[in-house]
């Protein structure tokens, strides 16, 4: 931000300050997200379209472009160095579950791309938040589908503005912010640069409907009725409810976090009772417990604890005694391994049947996969110790509460059902 608002403010006035300023707020923001990789090119779009900080007609706008290089040379070099600087010291080269690096893994990239930016588009002409998305994968099709139906009404109600170069850079800063995020999927952290963009889409449009335009733009009987239309619906769907959001929608995150705190505290409960060396949860209420659980684990009991979660989902889990050292647990659904916190850990590429991980003390096969292939279905544990062993905490959560569970006590290959976790809303509140 700072950026761009020094690179217009060097546009109007050229005092040589306002070039060293926005290059360095440039590279600060380089250095501190990748999403800024966009930030140099709509510099230079800016010096193109905007040369002087005001509309010029286009062969104007083209001669003042090349004659003033340094306008837009230097955050070119920057972003330059910086790609090159990215490539050559290794960021950005094992793609995640969560991340798909366009170099790695392209035809996957665009597919994302293609499904998750309508929904984007959809979370910012309307209240409907991205992250329903993530908790709910089986909508993004849904969502994406009425996102392109908003965008296109909103290009239709911008139409009349088409000649004006401050809306074409903003619809360009909006569309180009988002692209390279959507690498990670739809998120509301993705809207934050995107709305430079899209706010001064929406106030363009606001302006023109009939009570403001009457007292700010001299063209308001010349708006077409379709802008004005546009521009309420931006208004009252957009606008008005994101201020009520805005509002309310912190509050929404506190039960949740209250909830998932109190729920691991009814494990430590049994961590500091019995002492063990090891701690493993075989089940959660929800994908939210994918990586929480063992630091709250140790802020409590004020000491460091090998804590491990097996599975963290939003389905029926089950377990199976194998042997004395060994149990397999089960879901009935995607989930285990395709949620959004699961794939920051997991690589691109789903595991195949027979894959084997093992980290320290416990060894995991993948035994079988969902119907479409799409997730593993059940797992086999192998411990370098008896499950009877005292140093060893086995727990489950029986949809109330976490409780210790004797496998041994289980008939080999018995399925015992842990929790049915189907209900997502619930496990967030």
Same mark, same amino acid.
């Given at each position: 931000m700072?950026?761009?608002?020094?690179?217009?403010?060097?546009?109007?006035?050229?005092?040589?300050? %306002?070039?060293?300023?926005?290059? !360095?707020?440039?590279?600060?923001?380089?250095?501190?997200?990748?999403?800024?990789?966009?930030?140099?090119?709509?510099?230079? #779009?800016? =010096?193109?379209?905007?040369p002087?900080?005001?509309?010029?007609?286009?062969?104007?706008?083209?001669?003042?472009?090349?004659?003033?290089?340094?306008?837009?040379? /230097?955050?070119?070099?920057?972003?330059?160095?910086?790609?090159?600087?990215?490539?050559? #010291? *290794?960021? *950005?080269?094992?793609?995640? *579950?969560?991340?798909?690096?366009?170099?790695?893994?392209?035809?996957?990239?665009? !597919?994302?791309?293609?499904?998750?930016?309508?929904?984007?588009?959809?979370?910012?002409?309307?209240?409907?938040?991205?992250?329903?998305?993530?908790?709910?994968?089986?909508?993004?099709?849904?969502?994406?589908?009425?996102?392109?139906?908003?965008?296109?009404?909103?290009?239709?109600?911008?139409?009349w503005?088409?000649? =004006?170069? #401050?809306? #074409?850079?903003?619809?360009?800063?909006?569309? %180009?912010?988002?692209?390279?995020?959507?690498?990670?999927?739809?998120?509301?952290?993705?809207?934050?640069?995107?709305?430079?963009?899209?706010?001064?889409?929406?106030?363009?449009?606001?302006?023109?409907?009939? /009570?403001?335009?009457?007292? +700010?733009?001299?063209? !308001?009987?010349?708006?077409?009725?379709? $802008?004005?239309?546009v521009?309420?619906?931006a208004?009252?769907?957009?606008l008005?409810?994101? +201020?009520?959001?805005?509002?309310?929608?912190?509050?929404?995150?506190?039960?949740?976090?209250? =909830?998932?705190?109190?729920?691991?505290?009814t494990?430590? $409960?049994?961590?500091e009772?019995?002492?063990?060396?090891?701690?493993?949860?075989?089940?959660?209420?929800?994908?939210?417990?994918?990586?929480?659980? /063992?630091?709250?684990?140790?802020?409590?009991?004020?000491?460091?604890?090998?804590?491990?979660?097996?599975?963290?989902?939003?389905?029926?889990?089950?377990?199976?005694?194998?042997?004395?050292?060994?149990?397999?647990?089960?879901?009935?659904?995607?989930?285990?391994?395709t949620?959004?916190?699961?794939? +920051?850990?997991?690589?691109?590429?789903?595991?195949?049947?027979?894959?084997?991980?093992?980290? *320290?003390?416990?060894?995991?096969?993948?035994?079988?996969?969902?119907?479409?292939?799409?997730?593993?279905?059940?797992?086999?544990?192998?411990?370098?110790?008896?499950?009877?062993?005292?140093?060893?905490? %086995?727990?489950?959560?029986?949809g109330?509460?976490?409780?210790?569970?004797?496998?041994?006590?289980?008939?080999?290959?018995?399925?015992?059902?842990?929790?049915d976790?189907?209900?997502?809303?619930?496990?967030?509140?």
């Amino acid at each position: 931000m700072v950026a761009l608002v020094a690179h217009a403010a060097w546009l109007e006035n050229r005092k040589p300050g %306002l070039v060293a300023m926005s290059v !360095a707020a440039l590279v600060l923001a380089l250095l501190s997200k990748e999403s800024a990789v966009v930030a140099p090119v709509l510099l230079a #779009l800016m =010096s193109l379209l905007l040369p002087h900080g005001r509309e010029q007609e286009l062969r104007v706008r083209l001669r003042t472009y090349f004659g003033d290089p340094l306008s837009w040379v /230097p955050a070119l070099i920057v972003l330059v160095v910086y790609l090159t600087a990215f490539k050559m #010291l *290794g960021f *950005g080269g094992p793609s995640s *579950g969560l991340y798909l690096n366009p170099f790695i893994a392209p035809g996957r990239w665009v !597919a994302q791309v293609i499904t998750h930016l309508p929904v984007m588009w959809l979370a910012t002409l309307s209240p409907v938040p991205p992250s329903l998305a993530m908790f709910m994968p089986s909508t993004i099709p849904l969502l994406a589908g009425v996102g392109v139906l908003l965008f296109a009404l909103f290009v239709v109600g911008l139409w009349w503005l088409r000649r =004006s170069a #401050l809306a #074409l850079w903003a619809m360009a800063a909006f569309v %180009l912010a988002l692209v390279p995020q959507m690498s990670a999927g739809a998120s509301e952290r993705a809207l934050y640069l995107p709305a430079i963009g899209s706010s001064m889409l929406l106030a363009m449009l606001c302006v023109e409907i009939g /009570p403001l335009a009457r007292r +700010i733009s001299p063209r !308001a009987l010349r708006t077409p009725v379709l $802008t004005r239309v546009v521009g309420w619906a931006a208004l009252l769907i957009v606008l008005l409810p994101g +201020i009520l959001l805005s509002v309310a929608y912190p509050f929404t995150y506190m039960p949740s976090n209250e =909830s998932l705190r109190d729920n691991v505290l009814t494990a430590v $409960t049994h961590i500091e009772e019995r002492q063990p060396e090891q701690v493993l949860m075989l089940n959660a209420p929800g994908f939210f417990y994918v990586f929480y659980p /063992p630091p709250i684990v140790d802020f409590y009991i004020e000491r460091e604890t090998d804590v491990r979660v097996l599975s963290a989902l939003n389905g029926i889990v089950s377990v199976e005694r194998s042997d004395d050292r060994s149990f397999v647990i089960r879901t009935d659904r995607d989930g285990w391994l395709t949620n959004f916190f699961s794939k +920051i850990f997991r690589p691109a590429r789903m595991p195949e049947l027979g894959t084997v991980y093992e980290k *320290g003390p416990v060894k995991a096969t993948v035994l079988e996969m969902t119907s479409g292939g799409s997730d593993i279905a059940a797992v086999r544990f192998e411990l370098d110790r008896p499950l009877s062993d005292p140093d060893l905490l %086995l727990l489950q959560w029986d949809g109330a509460s976490y409780r210790p569970i004797d496998l041994v006590s289980l008939p080999v290959g018995e399925p015992v059902v842990l929790a049915d976790t189907s209900d997502i809303w619930a496990s967030l509140m």
